[in-house]
């Protein structure tokens, strides 16, 4: 159609797949790492022998797992799949080969990075961000220079409208900057440690508003522009419905921000931000299945096809993986629903019936139909390909089966009462000792996963063996774009409705947008922000959301020193500190959380998953022997305990002078410290002494004073204290009404 | 399929695209969703309601007015007589394996708690001053308050288990603590 207008001229060119090629690999490598430690912290929850302290923890490792499969597995396949086919939808090779690059190692390094500064203890306590301040602003340059390259590319391209994956590709790439830099905002208190510019309510709040959008636009949106390319490749067949594409899209990218705060059910955010959470996640179900419907729909008139192409079987289950998740989602976001599946297993079985086949299915489809055109061979063995299909398909059922079965029982184990009123399970060990014949199905599924990937990395390889002995580089030639373009109607037959009204419903006027890509990126980067400062705006501004409690105070110099040993140890992956409005909750661990107590939490602590029983009110409950023994070896106090043990704290010095800068960095973020200004160290060591003495005295080890033990022994003697110390403000305090 | 007359010419390295129309069902489904969010944010027939605070609060009342009348006050006589019963005792001991062995030891030798084999006790040595240990716990010493965790019958139990670990003085056992009780 193009032809009929004045033809610029005619320019040739190659694509540059030596970058995407480069890409192809690291994922495979990273897939493989990243889910081989998924397999590790799935025994070690059946057997906690295999943790090894101090590095190698569950709460060290969970971090490297998700943050390896993420932003290292599934964040390399979209950089794979976005420079293979942005080149050629957009008729350009991309802007710059050395941005390519630069994008290329800086993101291996930050995997590198992320790598050993995790097992190390180096973390932020907020999930998907663990990575310290300096990772963080590596992130956002190679970010940047992504971005960059892109947009360089769609400027100088040679095609006139761009396509629905490019939509999705530009939708992501702006989003993740805005989400990655508003969320990860923090002072540092030394090289490696910083604490969040948010705390509590508001940190939780921007927490989950980028958790949640860290799913949307890093593990959907891209995953869907790679569908629009990949699928029709795979299927040859054309997309279903164009006019399908631009709603589902734009109401993805409008709706999809809004639903964050469904992880903070019943907690102490404010109920308004938890019910527009809900319903805009209700809303999201259909805009979700817009997507699956163009995916599977495409395939319409060629299923025969799917019974011997390995590529199909594994996009089908990719697609319908991603619709029954995207239902899911919507059905946990309702609050009822979400008070019985919030702190179990669910939400990991929903995590990983959506990642192991959205994600990785449609990564394993795009590779298997890339690698013989990257490599320019055939592909190594199609029968690999097709045990790689049903040993993954076996690995996600049992890994699904027994990890929802895992969830729904513990889930109704904790809200069972019994004929007396007293909670049926009172031990909180008896509802995890119940799970772990279904822990060790799951280490099975996850193997066979891992295994499958293990076939996958060996067909690749062994494809790449075969390669050409050089590549081919085939040139293409392509008209430049000219500023004159007359609009046509889009297919014969079609005429431009004459009214504005028409042509809205017809949406003519998208075509319009998809030749203007700037403006294109800039109404998306609107509809984000927009969306986004609906929800920030009130959460911050408005002061009844978090009404303040006389009596809570910030934590001394030794609590604080105590409270990073236990960011330090991830504590939080496994303890919720978060007692919910539920009776069941409240008779098992206390007074609900109100919003006033954690004023002086950055970064909050309040966790999502409760593998350990929630912390809250745990200050005073147990004695600090107690807290010691438990430490050294949890079987010792509570044999069917899956806590790995933390022997070190005992042996490991306090950095005494180093308390001084966390307490400077918490005053520059405004907490009150008054007297703790210039004598933090003093104030932690006679804080120290005094338990060290309380633990000798008690038939415990003396010379403790000097040791991590006390830290966090004091910290967790603190928690939920204050708001006992003013009984009858707390009860009263309406946590968060309607503005 | 080529003559498909929804078929848009147009292709993008290849990938062309159908203009159809949206599904009906999926348009159906979309608006029961908008109409769903309107009516539960405005509470017409669905919603939060008075809100998660009133909800609880509302639950736990009723909780409170179901609750079965307190458990009978246990007497001086009715745990003695329970302490010469093997069976209550056997029973005593299933419930001090399960909840207490962490902090007492599985002998009563005593670990992070008081030896419970020697004859000294810091709250009281008799029946009924154990049982009120037991029921109200030490908080500041982090004895937990086991009434709200174990049923009356299972508190008498244990009771009367702990009483019969006095003066076995098991060997390992920790100092003994307290005022002497003979």
């Known amino acids: 159609m193009a032809d009929a207008q004045a033809a610029g001229r005619l320019e040739t060119f190659s694509y540059d797949d030596d970058i995407v090629r480069k890409f192809l690999f690291v994922t495979i490598l990273w897939g493989a790492v990243g889910m081989l430690v998924g397999v590790i912290i799935a025994v070690q929850m059946a057997y906690p022998a295999w943790n090894v302290a101090p590095w190698l923890t569950f709460g060290r490792l969970r971090p490297l797992h998700t943050n390896a499969v993420i932003f290292a597995f599934a964040g390399n396949a979209i950089f794979t799949g976005i420079y293979y086919s942005s080149q050629r939808l957009l008729k350009a090779r991309m802007f710059s080969d050395a941005l390519s690059r630069a994008h290329f190692w800086g993101w291996q390094l930050i995997i590198v990075a992320a790598a050993l500064t995790l097992p190390l203890g180096f973390t932020q306590a907020k999930e998907y961000a663990e990575l310290e301040w300096p990772i963080d602003i590596m992130i956002a340059v190679v970010w940047v220079i992504f971005a960059v390259n892109f947009i360089g590319t769609l400027i100088k391209r040679r095609e006139r409208h761009i396509y629905v994956a490019i939509w999705f590709y530009i939708a992501s790439i702006v989003t993740v900057a805005i989400l990655h830099i508003f969320n990860n905002l923090a002072v540092p208190a030394g090289l490696f440690k910083s604490y969040s510019l948010y705390a509590g309510v508001q940190d939780a709040f921007m927490q989950w508003w980028y958790g949640h959008n860290a799913v949307a636009f890093f593990l959907t949106t891209p995953f869907l522009g790679l569908m629009y390319y990949f699928m029709p490749k795979a299927a040859e067949g054309p997309v279903f419905s164009y006019r399908l594409s631009i709603l589902h899209f734009w109401t993805i990218v409008f709706m999809y921000i809004w639903a964050g705060p469904h992880h903070l059910h019943y907690t102490a955010l404010p109920e308004w931000a938890s019910t527009l959470g809900m319903l805009f996640s209700v809303m999201l179900w259909a805009p979700s299945w817009g997507g699956m419907i163009n995916g599977l729909l495409t395939l319409r008139g060629g299923w025969h096809k799917v019974v011997d192409d390995p590529i199909l079987k594994f996009m089908v289950i990719a697609i319908t993986g991603y619709g029954m998740s995207t239902f899911e989602g919507p059905m946990l976001s309702v609050k009822s629903v979400n008070s019985l599946s919030h702190y179990t297993d669910w939400t990991i079985a929903h995590v990983h019936s959506g990642a192991l086949t959205w994600n990785g299915f449609l990564t394993f489809a795009m590779v298997y139909w890339l690698a013989p055109r990257l490599f320019q061979t055939e592909l190594y063995s199609k029968k690999l390909a097709e045990w790689h299909f049903w040993i993954a398909t076996v690995g996600i059922l049992l890994y699904i089966v027994s990890i929802y079965s895992a969830g729904v029982t513990q889930g109704l184990m904790w809200r069972a009462f019994d004929e007396t009123g007293r909670l049926q399970y009172p031990d909180f060990v008896e509802t995890v000792a119940r799970l772990i014949p279904m822990y060790w199905t799951r280490v099975v599924g996850g193997t066979l996963y891992l295994v499958g990937m293990l076939v996958f990395a060996y067909n690749i390889v062994m494809t790449w063996k075969r390669r050409a002995a050089t590549y081919a580089i085939t040139t293409v030639q392509a008209p430049a774009l000219t500023k004159e373009y007359t609009p046509e109607p889009m297919r014969p037959g079609v005429d431009v409705p004459a009214t504005a009204f028409g042509r809205f419903v017809a949406m003519t006027f998208h075509r319009a947008w998809e030749r203007t890509p700037i403006v294109f990126t800039v109404l998306v980067a609107v509809a984000v922000i927009v969306a986004s400062l609906f929800e920030i705006i009130p959460t911050f501004l408005i002061k009844s959301n978090v009404p303040t409690i006389a009596s809570v105070k910030p934590y001394t110099p030794l609590e604080l020193a105590g409270r990073d040993l236990y960011i330090r140890e991830g504590c939080f992956n496994c303890h919720s500190q978060m007692i919910r409005p539920l009776r069941f909750e409240t008779e098992r661990y206390g007074e609900y959380s109100k919003p006033g107590e954690s004023v002086y939490d950055h970064p909050f602590l309040w966790g999502s998953r409760r593998i350990g029983p929630d912390l809250a009110r745990e200050g005073g409950l147990k004695s600090n022997l107690w807290h010691l023994r438990h430490f050294e070896n949890p079987r010792e106090i509570n044999p069917r305990s899956i806590m790995p043990a933390y022997p070190h704290f005992s042996t490991n010095d306090i950095d005494f002078p180093g308390i001084q800068k966390k307490i400077d960095a918490m005053l520059m973020l405004g907490v009150p410290y008054g007297d703790a200004i210039n004598t933090a160290p003093d104030m932690a060591r006679q804080q120290a002494r005094e338990i060290a003495a309380d633990l000798a005295a008690t038939g415990g080890p003396s010379g403790m004073e000097t040791k991590e033990v006390t830290a966090i022994i004091a910290y967790l003697q603190r928690l939920g204290k204050d708001i006992k110390a003013a009984p009858g403000v707390a009860t009263t305090t309406k946590a968060g009404g309607q503005p | ?182």
């Not at chain 2, 609060?57 to 009715?78: G, L």
């Open chain 2, 1 to 182: 399929m080529a003559d498909n007359p929804r078929l848009i010419e147009h292709q993008y390295d290849g990938i062309q695209e159908y203009d159809n129309p949206l599904p009906r069902w999926w348009v159906l489904l979309f608006w029961a969703t908008i109409v769903f969010s309107i009516m539960y944010a405005f509470n017409l027939g669905v919603g939060s309601g008075p809100g998660r605070i009133a909800q609880y609060e509302a639950e736990v009342a009723a909780a409170k007015a179901a609750a079965p009348p307190p458990a009978e006050f246990t007497s001086p006589e009715e745990l003695a007589a329970m302490a010469t019963n093997t069976q209550i005792v056997e029973a005593g001991k299933a419930v001090y394996t399960t909840n207490c062995v962490s902090c007492h030891k599985a002998d009563g030798g005593g670990l992070i708690g008081p030896n419970l084999t020697d004859n000294a006790w810091i709250h009281g040595g008799t029946l009924m001053e154990m049982h009120k240990t037991i029921t109200e716990g030490v908080i500041a010493k982090g004895m937990p308050p086991w009434g709200t965790l174990l049923k009356p019958d299972q508190i008498d139990a244990v009771t009367v288990y702990v009483a019969s670990m006095k003066n076995t003085n098991v060997p390992g056992g920790k100092a003994a603590e307290g005022t002497v009780v003979p």
